[in-house]
C-alpha cells in the first residue's frame, strides 16, 4: 500500500482504493475494540492449540473487520496462532 499498490494479480485503480480504505478500517477496528470481559475470559481459557489460517488479500472488505478481532483474540491467548496468506499467490 506504502507503494500505491494492492496485494493479488489484478492491479486495478479500484483495488488499490479497496486496500487504502481496509487499511484505514482495520487500523480503526484496532483502535476501537474492546471486547467484553466474558468473552476475554472464555478466550483466555481455552486450552487446546489452535491455527487459524486466512486466504485474503488487502482489497478484500471481509478481512478489514475480522482481521483485527481475530489478532486481538490471538494477543489474548497464545494457544491460538493466526497466520494470513495471499490468496493469489495460492491458488
Known amino acids: 500500500m ?3 499498490k494492492s496485494t493479488g494479480e489484478d492491479a486495478k485503480e479500484t483495488y ?4 487504502k480504505l481496509n487499511a484505514k478500517r482495520m487500523q480503526r477496528w484496532d483502535k476501537t475494540l474492546k ?12 486450552q487446546r492449540k489452535i491455527n487459524w489460517l486466512v486466504l485474503t488479500e488487502s482489497w478484500c472488505g471481509d478481512a478489514s473487520p475480522a482481521l483485527p478481532i481475530m489478532n486481538k ?9 493466526l497466520r494470513i496468506i495471499l490468496r493469489d499467490e495460492h491458488p
Open 16 to 19: 488499490v482504493n479497496y486496500t
Open 35 to 46: 471486547l467484553p470481559e466474558t468473552a476475554v475470559n472464555t478466550i483466555k481459557s481455552f
Open 2 to 4: 506504502k507503494e500505491g
Open 73 to 81: 483474540i490471538t494477543e489474548i491467548n497464545p494457544n491460538i496462532t
